[in-house]
C-alpha cells in the first residue's frame, strides 16, 4: 500500500515538474519581449533562485541524510548536562579533551549571554548582546524552554567558517551549552556547497560585484568579520528584508563606482532554527545587467532544458523527502516498528481477505510490558526509551516472515500472524516471552525490575472477523495473562469476561 502511494507521487511529481519547467520557461522567453527592467527582474531572479536552491540543497541534505550528526550532538549535549549535575563548576572541565572526545566545539553561555568557557579560548568573553542582539533574545528565549536546538546552518564570528551549532540550557536554566559542528570539511557540504554556486553565478554574470548569504546577525557565511564587516545601512537593509520579508535595495557606491545593493528574504523550510532566516545580498551594476540580459535572449531553448533538469531532480529530493514521510506516517519513530494506522490498515485487509477463505486461521497477539512504569519512574523516560526499543527490536527479530509487529502505544505492542493455528500461537508467544525476558536480563539496571512480558491472543475467524471483536478479545486475555500472574500468554475464549474478571480454573493460560 505504501508503495502505491509512493509511485503515484513520483508521478504527480515528475508530470508536476516538466510542466512547471516548461511554464516557467515559457514565462522566461515572454520577459526577454518586454523593457529593460524586466529583463533586469528576470537575470536577478535567475540569480536568487539558483542560490537559494543551492541553500536549499543542502539544507535538504542535511534535514535528509545527516540527522546522525544532529542525534550525535543532542547525545553529546546529554553527556555534558550529566557532567554539569555532577560538577557544576566549568573550571574543573578539561575542555580540549571533551571537544577531542566529542568532535565538536564546547562553549558555555551564562545567564547575561556571555561565553565564560570554551574549547575555543579565543571565543571566551563573546557578548551576544553586544554583537549580535537578535541571537541574543533567541538564547533567552532557549534557556526558559529547557529544550534542545539545532541551528543547521550558522557561521563562526571570528573565522566566518559554516557550522552547524546546537543548543540546550542546564536543568537550572544557569547556563546554555552550546556545541559547534564544522560543515565545510563535512562531506554533505562539499557535496552540495552553495558556495560554489555562488562563485559560479559571479563568473556567468559579469555584471554581478558580489553575492553574499548574510545571518539575522548581519555577518555573512563563509567570510570572517575582518574580512567582510558589513556597514551599518547594509545591517539595516538586512534587518528590513527579515522583518518585512520583501525584498529591499538601495543604491550606494562599490569600489568607488554606483551600485545597487538587493536583499532578498530567504526562511529555510528545513532548518527551523535561528539560522533559518537569511537574505541573499546582490551587489550589481545595472548596466552591466542589461548588456549581459540582451546577449542571452536566444538562450531559451538551453534555459528550458537547465529549469527541466533542475526542476525534476529538485522534484525527486522531494520526492525522497516526502517518502520518508509517508515512511513515518505509518512506522513508530523510536521503535521503527509499524504504527497504531499501519496496525488498523493490515489487521483489516487480512481480515478481508480471510472472508473470502475461512479455513485461514489469524492470530493477533497484543503484547504488553510488566513493570514498565517504574523504569520510567526511577531510571527517566531515556532509559523507559531504550527498553521500548529493545523490546521493539527483539519482537521484530524473533516474528516470522509473514507476520508483522506493532506498536500501538505506550508500551503495548501487538503481532499479527496471517496464517497459524493455536499450537504454532502459542509456542511463538512463548517464545516472545523467553526473548523479552533474557534481552532485559541482560542489561543490568533493567534485570533489577523484573521487566517481562504478558500476551493476550484471539483468533480469526473463531473469536471474530472484525477489527474491534479481535482487539476487544485479545485485550479481555491480556488482562486475564496480568492476573494470573504475568510473563505468561492466554487465550481468549468465552469464561473470560471484560474489564479482566475471569474464570479462575481456567486452563488457556501459557506461563514461563
Known amino acids: 500500500m505504501e508503495s502505491k502511494k509512493r509511485l503515484r507521487l513520483a508521478i504527480v511529481l515528475i508530470v508536476s515538474a516538466m510542466i512547471l519547467a516548461f511554464a516557467i520557461a515559457t514565462i522566461d522567453y515572454l520577459r526577454h519581449k518586454q523593457t529593460w527592467i524586466k529583463h533586469n527582474e528576470f537575470q536577478l531572479s535567475q540569480i536568487e533562485e539558483n542560490v537559494i536552491d543551492a541553500i536549499t540543497t543542502v539544507e535538504k541534505a542535511y534535514s535528509l541524510f545527516d540527522q546522525q550528526t544532529v542525534s550525535k550532538m543532542e547525545e553529546n549535549t546529554e553527556e555534558l548536562i550529566r557532567l554539569y549535575e555532577e560538577t557544576s563548576s566549568f573550571d574543573d572541565w578539561d575542555f580540549a579533551a571533551l571537544r577531542e572526545e566529542m568532535n565538536n566545539d564546547i562553549y558555555i553561555i551564562n545567564e547575561q549571554n556571555v561565553i565564560t568557557h570554551s574549547s575555543l ?49 542546564t536543568p537550572d536554566r544557569k547556563h546554555i551549552i552550546q556545541l559547534g559542528y564544522n ?13 560554489n554556486v555562488i562563485d559560479q553565478q ?64 530567504y526562511a529555510s523550510p528545513y532548518d527551523t532554527g535561528s539560522s533559518g ?49 509517508v515512511y513515518f506516517a505509518y ?22 481477505k480471510n472472508k473470502k477463505d475461512k479455513n485461514k486461521t489469524t492470530a493477533l497477539m497484543m503484547i504488553d510490558l510488566d513493570n514498565f512504569k517504574p523504569v520510567n519512574d526511577y531510571l527517566g523516560h531515556d532509559r523507559g526509551d531504550y527498553l521500548l526499543q529493545l523490546i521493539g527490536q527483539t519482537i521484530k527479530q524473533t516474528i516470522g516472515e509473514k507476520d508483522e509487529a506493532f506498536r500501538v502505544g505506550g508500551d503495548e505492542f501487538c503481532v499479527v500472524m496471517p496464517h497459524t493455528n493455536q499450537e504454532e500461537a502459542v509456542q511463538f508467544a512463548n517464545r516472545i516471552i523467553e526473548q523479552l525476558k533474557a534481552s532485559t536480563t541482560n542489561e543490568q539496571d533493567l534485570d533489577n525490575f523484573d521487566i517481562t512480558a504478558s500476551i493476550g491472543i484471539s483468533f480469526a475467524p473463531d473469536h471474530g472477523m472484525d477489527h474491534d471483536t479481535l482487539y476487544k478479545k485479545a485485550d479481555i486475555a491480556l488482562y486475564h495473562a496480568k492476573e494470573k500472574g504475568k510473563s505468561q500468554c492466554s487465550i481468549y475464549h468465552d469464561g473470560l469476561l471484560s474489564g479482566g474478571r475471569t474464570n479462575m480454573n481456567d486452563s488457556n493460560v501459557q506461563k514461563i
Open 183 to 195: 560543515l565545510q570539511d563535512d562531506e554533505i557540504f562539499e557535496e552540495f556547497n552553495f558556495l
Open 331 to 352: 512506522h513508530d519513530s523510536l521503535t521503527d516498528l509499524k504504527n497504531r494506522a499501519a496496525f488498523d490498515d493490515f489487521l483489516g485487509n487480512i481480515l478481508s
Open 121 to 169: 579560548s579565543s571565543d571566551i568573553g563573546m557578548d551576544f548582546a553586544e554583537c549580535c542582539a537578535s541571537l541574543s533574545e533567541i538564547l533567552n528565549e532557549r534557556r526558559d524552554s529547557g529544550e534542545f536546538f539545532v541551528d543547521r546552518m550558522d557561521m563562526e564570528q571570528e573565522t566566518g567558517m559554516i557550522r552547524m551549532y546546537s543548543y540546550m540550557a
Open 277 to 325: 532566516e537569511k537574505t541573499v545580498e546582490i551587489i550589481y551594476d545595472d548596466s552591466d545587467f542589461q548588456a549581459t540580459l540582451n546577449s542571452n535572449r536566444n538562450s531559451f531553448f538551453i534555459q528550458l532544458s537547465t529549469v527541466s533538469i533542475v526542476i525534476l531532480v529538485v522534484s525527486l529530493l522531494i520526492h525522497t523527502w516526502v517518502s520518508r514521510q
Open 202 to 265: 559571479m563568473e556567468k554574470y559579469p555584471s554581478v560585484n558580489e553575492i553574499n548569504v548574510v545571518n539575522i546577525g548581519g555577518n555573512v557565511l563563509g567570510k570572517s568579520v575582518e574580512e567582510l564587516n558589513l556597514t551599518e545601512e547594509r545591517r539595516e537593509a538586512n534587518k528590513e528584508a527579515l522583518s518585512t520579508h520583501e525584498i529591499v535595495e538601495f543604491k550606494n557606491n562599490w569600489k568607488n563606482k554606483m551600485a545597487i545593493y538587493r536583499y532578498i528574504p
